[in-house]
């Protein structure tokens, strides 16, 4: 599955030419982390589906659809594999929920940055003051918020809510490069979407399934700290590969693949090839760091970190395979 042949030409998967961009991924990105999934992913994913017709937000026009064509249980299957289900529960709920959000962030922010700001400003009200919601979107969070703060410490729910913000915040800023009439250059890109990929909201799940609390030591070292800006980096650039046609179609432009496009003024199977090294480079640092400070953390410590392993293991084994990224496989991989 993974190599370190990486030349822009004849893209090939072991010896055989790659015929799409899928192919073309899978010769190329490097993966060290194997396919795991939880045994209560079938739970979770009815779960998921009460959740949202509780919250109201099946009501809305085309959530149903998106929801059975991302999969989110899915995702949280491949990234939580170990916890138990009302851990899982909570992942997936989550997951789905930063879909819906997403998406309507993006429908609306394309048509003007501004007229996101009530939805922006809900969201931001409900995670720092707890304020009432008064949309279904918003109701959705509030409850989300109540199942953390239930399930995790006050600490953890802290810094969940503090992350929360932050992806809040990125939607704007992602709203506002949508508006501009040049794309953002790479390192803006870059910027912007660390802040919209969602990932690191769930690490504090990720120390709720340890069995004890981390050491302030650990969680602030500052090898974990950057361990968990490489984990959010590679776990959402990989989906950037598989989304990048889906994105084009769109006018999407929040992208690493089409990032680098536009930088190089090249065909987007070849844009695919630079943009895997810098996931790949990023995927390797992580494990020499990982390797460096492993013998220095506790179980819990290691349990942490494996949480952010999950995110770069899950993303990769959902992308290529959920439906919403499914062009990429009808894509051709010729450079």
Not at 23 to 35: C, G, N
Not at 101 to 113: L, N
Not at 312 to 332: E, H, K
């Amino acid at each position: 599955m993974s190599t370190t042949h990486e030349e822009v030409g004849l893209a090939t998967q072991g010896g055989i030419p790659a015929s799409n961009l899928t192919e073309l991924i899978d010769a190329h990105l490097y993966m060290p982390f194997p396919f795991l999934s939880n045994a209560h992913a079938p739970e979770a994913a009815a779960g998921v589906d009460a959740w949202l017709r509780t919250c109201g937000l099946t009501d809305e026009l085309g959530v149903e659809a998106m929801i059975a064509f991302t999969r989110p249980a899915e995702l949280a299957s491949c990234i939580s594999p170990t916890v138990e289900l009302d851990l899982l529960q909570i992942v997936a709920n989550q997951i789905a929920y930063q879909f819906v959000f997403d998406d309507r962030a993006e429908e609306i922010g394309r048509r003007s940055p501004g007229r996101l700001l009530p939805m922006l400003s809900e969201s931001i009200g409900i995670l720092r003051d707890d304020a009432r919601p008064s949309t279904p979107l918003g109701a959705a969070l509030a409850d989300l918020h109540r199942q953390v703060r239930e399930r995790c410490t006050p600490a953890q729910a802290a810094r969940w809510a503090w992350k929360s913000r932050e992806y809040v915040h990125g939607l704007l800023y992602e709203a506002v490069a949508q508006a501009q009439p040049l794309p953002p250059p790479m390192g803006l890109t870059t910027s912007i979407r660390s802040l919209t990929a969602g990932v690191e909201p769930f690490h504090p799940l990720a120390e709720a399934a340890q069995p004890c609390d981390l050491s302030p030591e650990e969680l602030h070292h500052p090898v974990v700290q950057r361990l968990s800006r490489l984990s959010a980096d590679a776990a959402v650039w990989i989906p950037d590969l598989f989304s990048a046609v889906k994105e084009q179609r769109t006018g999407g432009v929040i992208n690493l693949a089409l990032a680098h496009q536009r930088a190089l003024g090249c065909s987007l199977p070849a844009a695919v090839m630079p943009a895997i090294r810098q996931i790949n480079g990023t995927i390797r640092e992580f494990e020499r760091l990982h390797d460096e400070i492993k013998p220095e953390l506790s179980p819990a410590g290691i349990g942490y970190v494996d949480g952010m392993i999950g995110w770069i293991r899950g993303c990769y084994y959902w992308s290529r395979s959920v439906p919403r990224y499914a062009d990429a496989a009808l894509t051709s991989a010729l450079l």
